[in-house]
């Protein structure tokens, strides 16, 4: 069996996801508010334990999504275990750890400045901290106690919630950055000279990109509900007159990472789509050129046959799949995760 070479400079691919996440902090850091003032006399002064209620609702959701985050990394191992060529396989490999690196960039430096993370500052800082003080931990009862995950600080739930953060943050970079590699996997060259043997190969690539791009869509779906779980911790310890406001506000910061999420997959999606479907057009000129009967060579047909080619099932699918992570954030604020 030969071995699966990608060209290397189709690991470029990867800047655009970067592009998209700069762009993406340089919003969040210069066009939107750091920390929301909202006043901490919305919150129920007499029923601590419904604090309880987001917790869980956190908690399973990051549970659920850490094991989803394995899923991509041992699926891109399983690739690489496949006959490849050196560079290509060390291309892929950098291509993770890159993007792990700078998804872990901003959890570094708020251990190295001892700052909290900023990010729940979109839902009001000072009303998630008081609303998250509600709550206790098991063997907490100072802030030097110490529990499964470091020292329980001055807000111990607080301090849980930090700390599954960062643990959250590191696999997810992990698994974006194996998702990212596997789609430029996608991109290999393979079947020979051999026009059939062409088109079975490119056949095998459009196939693993749709994986892909489902794998893709399943990770940055549950990575929103994810999102939407701490976005709403705070909802059950808040009066019932505000409960609507801080909803509206909540969706809002959601559907803005939603849309972050769509954009982030469509940017390595689209580069390998638009690639293979050049190879595709080119295959099937070439298949053309060969036919002794090239005036009436069905174009169409022939991909089809050769399974190159997409029906309407599969333009829909792959919609649904790019704008899951938007229609995930919408139904945050009806589900059952948001009451």
């Known amino acids: 069996m030969s071995e699966r070479r990608v060209e290397l400079h189709y690991f470029s691919i990867v800047a655009l996801p970067i592009c998209v996440f700069l762009i993406h902090e340089l919003i969040q850091t210069h066009m939107l508010p750091k920390d929301l003032d909202l006043s ?7 029923q601590d334990w419904l604090e309880t209620v987001g917790r869980y609702r956190f908690l399973a959701a990051s549970w659920f999504f850490v094991a989803l985050a ?10 690489l275990r496949r006959p490849t060529e050196r560079a290509t396989r060390l291309a892929a490999i950098l291509t993770v ?8 960039i901003p959890v570094i430096q708020q251990h190295m400045t001892n700052t909290p993370p900023q990010i729940y500052g979109q839902v009001g800082k000072e009303l998630f901290e008081m609303a998250l003080s509600k709550g206790t931990l098991p ?9 499964a995950l470091g020292t329980c600080g001055d807000i111990p739930v607080f301090s849980l919630f930090r700390r599954v953060m960062d643990i959250v943050t590191a696999l997810a970079g992990l698994a974006v950055g194996a998702l990212i590699a596997g789609m430029i996997l996608c991109l290999s060259s393979g079947g020979g000279d051999d026009l059939e043997d062409t088109a079975a190969s490119l056949a095998r690539s459009i196939r693993q990109m749709k994986q892909q791009l489902y794998l ?3 990770i940055l779906t549950f990575g929103m509900f994810f999102a939407s779980s701490w976005m709403y911790w705070p909802l059950p310890v808040i009066a019932e007159a505000e ?18 999420f769509c954009l982030l997959m469509l940017s390595f999606y689209l580069p390998v789509a638009l690639i293979l479907d050049g190879r595709v057009t080119q295959l ?24 190159l080619s997409d029906g309407p099932g599969d333009f829909m699918r792959a919609g649904i799949a790019l704008a899951a992570p938007i229609l995930a ?3 945050g604020g009806i589900s059952p995760l948001s009451l």
């Open 70 to 79: 394995i899923l991509p990394v041992a699926v891109l191992v399983r690739n």
């Open 329 to 331: 954030a919408f139904a």
């Open 216 to 218: 893709s869509s399943l």
């Open 243 to 260: 409960k609507a406001a801080f909803s509206s506000l909540v969706t809002a910061s959601a559907l803005f990472t939603g849309t972050y």
């Open 97 to 104: 750890v890159t993007v792990f690196c700078l998804a872990m």
């Open 284 to 307: 099937a000129i070439a298949a053309r050129q060969i036919d002794e009967a090239e005036d009436d060579f069905d174009v169409d047909g022939w991909r089809s046959t050769h399974g």
């Open 139 to 147: 063997g907490c009862d100072g802030p030097d106690d110490l529990w």
């Open 40 to 46: 901490v006399g919305i919150l129920i002064a007499d």
